[in-house]
């Protein structure tokens, strides 16, 4: 891998834990509206699309209610995740200081995105963030996007950081290293390891120990 000279960041799971709070912001604003129980592999399984694709799965019949409750919720549910993961801020200081790109690419929905961003200030440390799509996942088109924004920069000097398994494919489809994700409790190893990501880190302190030498 050659000299990295910029980062791209996932959102969650990767930057915080807030996959819990996703879950029950969209619990607490989908089930009024269709009288039922939503389990968390329902929405879960949702996943892809940006919150509002979840909310047009799950209840079509009541999107602007359920789109504007969800973020109502997602911002006074916020303390559930009070705070980055560990290490995080440090990491993206310390990335800043040594003059490296920093941006972000995350499925949410750009209002979700902000407040959390806000919410951990953290906002000023991205030069560029693209946001999800209700149509459909989107990953591969963010990063190249950035990609396009990085001038003087190949991109394989460029990696990507994500806990899923859709955030190596999208990497491998853009054509730049990506590193896995596995320090939140919502990560599923098992699965990055399958897809051969270039590296996978189970901690913040590993990744960051790497990186600051890669650099």
């Not at 504007?68 to 997602?74: I, M």
């Not at 699965?191 to 600051?212: E, T, V």
Request: charged share 20%.
């Amino acid at each position: 891998m050659k000299r990295i000279k910029a980062v791209i960041f996932d959102l969650d799971g990767t930057l915080a834990d807030t996959l819990p709070l996703c879950i029950q912001a969209f619990r607490q604003s989908v089930e009024p509206l269709i009288n039922r129980s939503v389990s968390d592999a329902e929405i879960i399984a949702t996943f892809g699309p940006s919150e509002e694709g979840t909310i047009m799965a799950l209840a079509p019949d009541h999107y602007d209610k359920g789109v504007a409750d969800y973020l109502h919720f997602y911002e006074n549910l916020h303390g559930m995740c009070p705070v980055p993961f560990e290490g995080m801020k440090e990491l993206l200081q310390a990335l800043q200081e040594k003059g490296i790109r920093i941006a972000m690419v995350t499925g949410k929905g750009k209002h979700s995105t902000f407040i959390s961003l806000k919410h951990f200030e953290l906002t000023h440390y991205f030069e560029a963030i693209e946001t999800g799509s209700p149509k459909g996942a989107r990953k591969a088109e963010g990063i190249q996007l950035i990609l396009d924004g990085l001038t003087g920069i190949n991109k394989e000097e460029v990696i990507y950081v994500g806990d899923a398994p859709s955030d190596i494919i999208a990497s491998r489809k853009a054509g730049i290293p990506v590193i896995a994700a596995a320090w939140a409790g919502t990560a599923e190893p098992e699965k990055l390891q399958r897809l051969n990501p270039d590296k996978l880190f189970y901690s913040i302190n590993g990744f960051s120990g790497w990186l600051l030498t890669s650099i």
